[in-house]
């Protein structure tokens, strides 16, 4: 009898503790709950980023205005040039910020309005103002807001390289160093002539 009396003690030793069981369950409950919730925070915060990132990314790609047409890989050249634009007697100013990188292609950067970037062969003049909105023809310069400047006779567009009149500069594919004159106005020759020397002293900025 003492012997069973003793076995009896033993398996009651080897019975798990109710309460114990109970603890256990708790706690990882609460673990569990503690994952959950804080699931619950990362996963939205992780989202609502990623979201951001998206339509930061797609801002900026809206900005940068296409090609109008297809030029060498984009770095597959990189060439400075001076310019200035100036209608009746006022000079543009590129520098601001609605002007900057409107075109991976050509463009002026970094808040300095005289300095032009071709990043790829075959781009001419042309497409920069294209880019941001401008237009310029033989005998016309549209600003973006679609005004009109176009030779009459009396007041005319004209366009300089390098010192030397040409006919057109649409099409014209800048080369390093360059320095690019259009007018628009009823100017004589000594105002030109300052024009394209403050012109000359411009920095290029590479």
Same mark, same amino acid.
């Given at each position: 009898m003492k012997q069973n009396k003793k076995d009896?003690?033993?398996?009651?030793?080897?019975n798990p503790d109710p309460k114990k069981k109970r603890e256990d369950r708790s706690y990882f409950a609460v673990t569990r709950k503690r994952r959950n919730r804080n699931l619950m925070i990362i996963v939205p915060a992780v989202a609502v980023l990623i979201a951001i990132m998206a339509f930061a990314v797609s801002i900026y790609s809206g900005n940068l205005t296409k090609p109008s047409h297809k030029?060498?890989?984009?770095?597959?050249?990189?060439?400075?040039a001076a310019f200035a634009v100036k209608i009746n007697?006022? =000079?543009?100013?590129?520098? /601001? &910020?609605?002007?900057?990188? +409107?075109?991976?292609? #050509?463009?002026?950067?970094?808040?300095?309005?005289?300095?032009l970037h071709r990043h790829a062969t075959g781009v001419p003049v042309g497409e920069f103002f294209r880019s941001i909105g401008m237009n310029v023809s033989?005998?016309?310069?549209?600003?973006?807001?679609?005004?009109?400047?176009?030779?009459?006779?009396?007041?005319?567009?004209?366009?300089?390289?390098?010192?030397?009149?040409?006919?057109?500069i649409a099409n014209?594919?800048?080369?390093?160093?360059?320095?690019?004159?259009?007018?628009y106005g009823n100017k004589? =020759?000594?105002?030109?002539? /300052? &024009?394209?020397?403050?012109? +000359?002293?411009?920095? #290029?900025?590479k």
């Open positions: 009896n003690n033993i398996k009651k030793d080897k030029f060498g890989a984009l770095g597959s050249e990189h060439v400075h007697g006022i =000079k543009l100013d590129f520098s /601001q &910020d609605k002007y900057q990188v +409107r075109s991976k292609y #050509i463009h002026v950067e970094n808040n300095d309005g005289n300095t033989d005998s016309c310069f549209i600003l973006e807001n679609g005004t009109n400047y176009c030779s009459n006779g009396n007041s005319n567009l004209e366009f300089y390289v390098n010192g030397n009149k040409t006919n057109s014209y594919v800048l080369k390093d160093n360059d320095r690019i004159l259009i007018v004589n =020759k000594m105002e030109t002539e /300052q &024009d394209l020397d403050a012109l +000359r002293l411009t920095q #290029i900025k």
